[in-house]
């Protein structure tokens, strides 16, 4: 199958998923689990990389910029801003393609090698809105609470350097993350992670929902929906940030 | 009723289904045989609309499939019930909440109502026991049951299953075949079965339909198969020693 039969296919699968449910009541019911399933079980891998990653940029700012020309606070200022723009939303993204992307792919991929989908389809109801929708949407809102999250703990990471080290005093760093602070940063991460999290969810459904063979090819989906989703946001990150910081 | 009138399907080049034409009554066990590969898988999922045939019909009492939107459809879908070949139980949900998933998504009965219906349903099948289990803690046999109970909770006007006894043992076989059976008698059901287990064949064969390269080669029902003069046919049922004794046996008796 081409490129442009995938998109296609793609785009008539959204075209399915994005209607109204048949029950709100099951909607919720399932909008519930999957922001348990996504957001609150992928909490405590994004605040271990979090920190550490704050804590280790905290660590190169300082041994890659010994310049006696940089003010003190630069360092502080650097990790803040690599963690708001980049960090917390599209490399958190990237790790969490490989997390709950390949979890969504594998869920659906296994109901449709076990007839479980076709069972819903003979039942009357529209299996891609019935599986999917709630995936995305449970995703694209917990989302924003996670790059936070992200930002949060990965400066806390790095002000631990500064407590529990003597490469940067603590002064110098809180004067770095409060310098030239511009709020807008925060806003630009929290879209990025809203259409990346719209990005992994619905290429990982649709890997998942078109799978056709057995476990192998769950295997195979599973792996091309990470991959895929990943291209994507990287691709995406460019021209997100063209066009909301140029 | 479900009428198929002069059923064609194509995949890449190669018809499967040639020219099929067959009619399946109302509360009887119809059966589709056939050996693995000769089209009839391809003619159940086109039954149901799984897939899209290239040309002819299908009726389900008067009304053609093959004309359909996909609302209409979903809607028609609310009247058939299937028995998948692995059961296609939702891992998720305990069997109670299995049963009742096409009440909760289809029915505006209330909470209680619909508890009842799925606990009655799954009565039926003798698998009261069972409402808090899920599927991985249950065996095959009871999976095919707590399927049926899902397949019939909405009051089905059509069944259809797809090899009911596969994986099974021979005496759960007939415990799920009788199952089928009886239910659709009680129901009045127009009743599908794709299988090529021969006991159900000669069990449970109300209208047998045999499938032969695609083509429809034979119908009948389970005393009319001894003699039917298709050879294909008699190739497939009396394959084994057991069968052609049973064949011997019948042949003397008369």
């Given at each position: ?52 990653i ?14 006696p ?5 630069s360092?502080g ?16 993204c ?9 979890n ?5 991929g ?11 389809d ?26 936070l ?26 004067v ?9 940063y925060?806003?630009?991460?929290v879209?990025?992670g809203?259409v ?13 929902y ?29 021209m997100?940030?063209?066009l909301l910081?140029? | ?12 080049g ?26 009839k ?5 086109s ?23 996909r ?5 028609l879908r609310r009247e058939?019930?299937m ?5 296609a ?32 349903c ?13 599927p991985?803690?249950?065996s095959?046999?009871?999976q095919k ?21 596969s ?6 076989s ?8 009886d ?5 009045n ?15 449970i ?8 390269k ?5 119908q009948?029902?389970?005393?009319e ?6 050879q294909?046919?008699?190739?497939f ?6 069968f ?11």
């Amino acid at each position: 199958m081409n490129a442009i039969e995938k998109v296609g296919e793609y785009a008539s699968l959204m075209y399915r998923t994005i209607t109204k449910p048949d029950r709100w009541s099951i909607f919720w019911k399932q909008y519930v689990n999957e922001v348990k399933k996504q957001g609150i079980d992928s909490l405590w891998i994004v605040v271990i990389i979090s920190t550490f990653i704050g804590a280790v940029i905290t660590i190169q700012m300082v041994l890659n910029t010994e310049n006696p020309l940089l003010p003190t606070y630069s360092t502080g200022l650097a990790t803040r801003d690599t963690l708001l723009l980049e960090f917390s939303s599209s490399i958190m993204c990237l790790i969490l393609a490989g997390k709950v992307g390949s979890n969504i792919a594998s869920e659906i991929g296994t109901m449709r090698i076990t007839e479980q989908i076709d069972a819903l389809d003979i039942m009357g109801v529209n299996s891609a809105n019935y599986l999917i929708l709630p995936k995305i949407t449970a995703f694209m809102t917990i989302i924003p609470c996670l790059v936070l999250v992200s930002m949060f703990v990965g400066i806390i990471g790095g002000y631990c350097v500064g407590i529990f080290t003597d490469i940067i005093t603590v002064h110098d760093y809180e004067v770095g993350i409060q310098y030239a602070f511009i709020p807008f940063y925060v806003t630009y991460s929290v879209i990025k992670g809203i259409v990346f999290a719209f990005i992994i969810s619905s290429v990982s459904s649709y890997y998942g929902y078109t799978v056709k063979g057995g476990a192998l090819e769950v295997g195979k989906s599973s792996t091309d929906a990470v991959v895929n989703s990943s291209v994507l946001i990287l691709l995406f990150n460019v021209m997100l940030t063209k066009l909301l910081l140029t | 009723m479900i009428e198929v009138q002069n059923a064609i399907k194509t995949f890449d080049g190669n018809q499967v289904l040639k020219n099929v034409s067959a009619i399946f009554e109302a509360g009887k066990t119809n059966l589709i045989i056939g050996q693995s590969g000769s089209g009839k898988t391809v003619l159940m999922k086109s039954i149901v609309g799984i897939h899209r045939i290239d040309s002819g019909h299908i009726l389900y009492d008067g009304r053609d499939i093959t004309i359909m939107k996909r609302k209409q459809l979903n809607q028609l879908r609310r009247e058939i019930g299937m028995l998948f070949q692995g059961s296609a139980l939702f891992d998720s949900m305990t069997v109670l909440e299995n049963v009742r998933f096409p009440l909760d998504m289809f029915s505006d009965e209330t909470e209680d109502e619909k508890d009842r219906r799925a606990r009655f349903c799954l009565e039926r099948v003798e698998l009261s026991h069972a409402v808090d289990l899920y599927p991985s803690e249950i065996s095959g046999g009871m999976q095919k049951r707590a399927a049926i109970a899902r397949a019939i909770v909405l009051n089905p006007k059509y069944l259809f299953c797809d090899e009911p006894n596969s994986g099974l043992d021979p005496k759960t076989s007939l415990l799920i075949d009788k199952l089928i059976q009886d239910i659709t008698h009680e129901f009045n059901i127009t009743t599908i079965i794709n299988t090529h287990d021969m006991n159900s064949v000669m069990e449970i064969g109300e209208n047998i339909i045999f499938i032969n390269k695609g083509e429809k080669a034979w119908q009948g029902n389970s005393n009319e198969i001894y003699n039917t003069g298709c050879q294909p046919l008699e190739d497939f049922i009396f394959a084994s020693e057991l069968f052609k004794k049973i064949k011997h046996v019948h042949s003397s008796n008369k």
